[in-house]
């Protein structure tokens, strides 16, 4: 296990709804992406958190938005949600040290959108 | 613009041989290579990363070997499990701005099976 964790694990919304995904980082990482991950594809990168801030964006609209906590733990909101935001939404805490890179995901939280 | 690619979508050895997972990329400015194993209806699982001024990196069964000149990177596991039977992302990492790691940025994936 990587010590990141996501809520919920599974979530069902209708077209138009908003919608809150939470994820709490491993120890000792500062920072904190989202991904979103459509079925047969690779994660696609969203945005990232670095001490509370948006530290980059992937190319996915306003409606996407977020926050990291003093905890580092963050927050990843959809507004207006449409059908294709449909996909395993993960998140990854991540370090550098000595060297070496390492960013862990979480389980992901699965969203339906109908 | 894909700027990881994974050519293979799958790949089918015997248990106790070599698997070996490929990986190409187009931007030289990636400062890091990650490989994850993943399940279905699970997170990625991370398995090793090599920094761009390396050219090996080895971590029990796992090695990662990176060719910049050719900008290609392969994962080898030896010897090969039927456990390890998932699919394989590659990931660049570029970092920018003040964060400590970059956005990653993953290919297609490839799924091996590793027969018993």
């Known amino acids: 296990e990587t010590g990141v964790t996501q809520s919920p694990t599974h979530l069902i919304k209708t077209r138009g709804q908003q919608v809150t995904l939470r994820c709490s980082s491993q120890?000792?990482?500062?920072?904190v992406s989202w991904y979103q991950q459509a079925l047969g594809q690779g994660p696609q990168f969203i945005f990232q958190?670095?001490?509370?801030?948006?530290?980059g964006r992937g190319n996915f609209p306003p409606r996407f938005s977020g926050l990291q906590f003093p905890n580092y733990s963050s927050e990843l909101n959809v507004n207006a949600l449409e059908l294709d935001d449909s996909a395993l939404y993960l998140c990854?805490?991540?370090?550098?040290?000595?060297?070496?890179?390492?960013?862990?995901f979480g389980p992901g939280t699965r969203l339906t959108v109908t | 613009d894909q700027q990881v690619k994974q050519n293979s979508p799958s790949l089918s050895v015997q248990e106790g041989r070599i698997s070996i997972l490929n990986c190409d990329y187009t931007?030289?400015?990636?400062?890091?290579f990650l490989w994850y194993k993943k399940y279905p209806a699970e997170g990625p699982t991370f398995l090793i990363s090599?920094?761009?001024?390396?050219d090996k990196n080895e971590d029990g069964r796992f090695t990662v070997f990176l060719n910049k000149s050719a900008k290609h990177l392969s994962l080898h596991i030896v010897p090969s499990q039927p456990g390890d039977s998932a699919v394989y992302f590659c990931?660049?990492?570029?970092?920018?701005?003040?964060?400590?790691?970059?956005?990653?940025?993953f290919g297609q994936g490839t799924t091996l099976q590793v027969k018993p």
């Open positions: 990854a805490s991540s370090s550098k040290q000595g060297g070496k890179i390492e960013q862990y």
């Open positions: 120890s000792g990482h500062n920072t």
């Open positions: 958190y670095y001490r509370e801030e948006e530290n």
């Open positions: 931007n030289s400015m990636f400062d890091y």
């Open positions: 090599i920094s761009s001024i390396k």
């Open positions: 990931a660049a990492s570029l970092i920018y701005g003040s964060g400590n790691t970059g956005k990653l940025i």
